[in-house]
């Protein structure tokens, strides 16, 4: 039977603890340990910062850094669980060597595998970027990656084993009557791609996320006064979802320089039975049928144009929204995905 351990490793957003509340709703034996909680070294931040000055002078081109868990205590805990199975989700590195972690794999005879949430997120990291692809990710069975572009450059150009997993979200109960008092809801950190094109929505934007304020000498007062700076999850996340007409969607600039747009917030919309509008890619064609389940934009004044018709047009805005929940009811839930890993264990 699998016996299957999580290993969160960007636990600041709830996609690793609402995957293993999936896993145990279709009746897999899981347990969950978010890697930021486990006993670090002990003088981390000195150790650290010598480490980084010592390569820096020897080494200016390579990444290195120090890993922050007491590798005895983490295997100890490993000891203690025994799992059959051991899922990361996003990264290790930062927490644990790769190369510590496929000993504890080869030692206690589990099988590895990684869910790659946040590997575009190293694209403008070029050294830390090079140090994950070469040093991790050959530790694992299989590594499953949110993005088809990602998944065939692991596949194709690197030759590891791996599979397009697209993310999922937690159906929410959706309330019978939402005023949605919001027009344009927009969740997410400051980025300079993001900035120039909600100038264009400025008048309709409601803006929630972090990294703004460092922001502002870019953008106008009437898109300051939009920006709500800081983090949202959880209950009122769900809150604003449900009290907006539309939900947008950017992704950030190296995603989209990597020709990929399937993020966590299209999942999460369409959970809360949102009308959401996205930047376009590719990638959203396989998964959902535009105009009739999302809509998407592939321009600033296509976004304009798309925001003034479906505020003006609420029955079909709504009818779009229906139908992209009930695509994601059917195939998107993390007990769906969930479902699909629990296979993949088995081989």
């Known amino acids: 039977m699998t016996k299957l351990l999580i290993l969160d490793g960007i636990s600041g957003v709830p996609l690793g603890e609402e995957l293993c509340e999936a896993f145990a709703n279709i009746g897999t034996t899981v347990s969950y340990a978010d890697l930021r909680k486990f006993e670090p070294l002990m003088f981390y931040g000195l150790k650290s910062a010598f480490r980084k000055a010592l390569n820096k002078r020897e080494n200016a081109d390579g990444f290195y850094h120090l890993p922050k868990l007491n590798e005895a205590s983490f295997e100890a805990y490993i000891k203690q669980q025994a799992p059959s199975v051991i899922l990361v989700i996003g990264f290790v590195y930062k927490y644990l060597t790769p190369a510590f972690l496929l000993r504890i794999k080869q030692k206690y005879n589990a099988k590895l595998f990684l869910y790659d949430t946040d590997s575009c997120n190293l694209y403008s990291k070029r050294r830390e970027f090079v140090f994950f692809i070469e040093e991790e990710l050959p530790i694992y069975d299989e590594v499953f990656s949110f993005s088809k572009i990602t998944t065939r450059?692991?596949?194709?150009?690197?030759?590891?084993?791996?599979?397009?997993?697209?993310?999922?979200?937690?159906?929410?109960a959706l309330p019978a009557h939402a005023n949605q008092d919001i027009d344009v809801l927009f969740i997410g950190s400051g980025d300079l791609r993001r900035i120039f094109i909600l100038e264009t929505i400025r008048s309709h934007v409601t803006v929630y996320g972090n990294?703004?304020?460092?922001?502002?000498?870019?953008?106008?007062?009437?898109?300051?006064?939009r920006v709500i700076d800081r983090s949202v999850w959880g209950a009122q996340l769900h809150q604003l979802l449900f009290s907006s007409k539309i939900v947008l969607n950017i992704t950030r600039s190296h995603f989209y320089g990597a020709e990929t747009g399937?993020?966590?917030?299209?999942?999460?919309?369409?959970?809360?039975?949102?009308?959401?509008l996205t930047?376009?890619?590719?990638?959203?064609?396989?998964?959902?049928?535009?105009?009739?389940?999302?809509?998407?934009f592939r321009s600033s004044d296509e976004l304009v144009e798309k925001v003034e018709y479906y505020l003006a047009?609420?029955?079909?805005?709504?009818?779009i929204a229906r139908r992209g929940h009930q695509k994601f009811l059917k195939l998107y839930t993390w007990d769906s995905n969930a479902s699909f890993l629990v296979n993949k264990f088995k081989i």
């Open 262 to 276: 399937i993020n966590l917030r299209i999942f999460e919309a369409l959970a809360a039975g949102a009308f959401l």
């Open 279 to 296: 930047d376009y890619c590719d990638e959203l064609t396989e998964l959902f049928v535009v105009g009739e389940e999302i809509e998407v």
């Open 211 to 225: 990294r703004w304020s460092r922001n502002y000498p870019l953008m106008s007062d009437e898109l300051k006064a």
């Open 153 to 172: 450059f692991f596949r194709d150009t690197r030759k590891l084993n791996a599979s397009f997993l697209p993310f999922g979200a937690k159906p929410l």
């Open 313 to 319: 047009n609420p029955e079909k805005r709504l009818e």
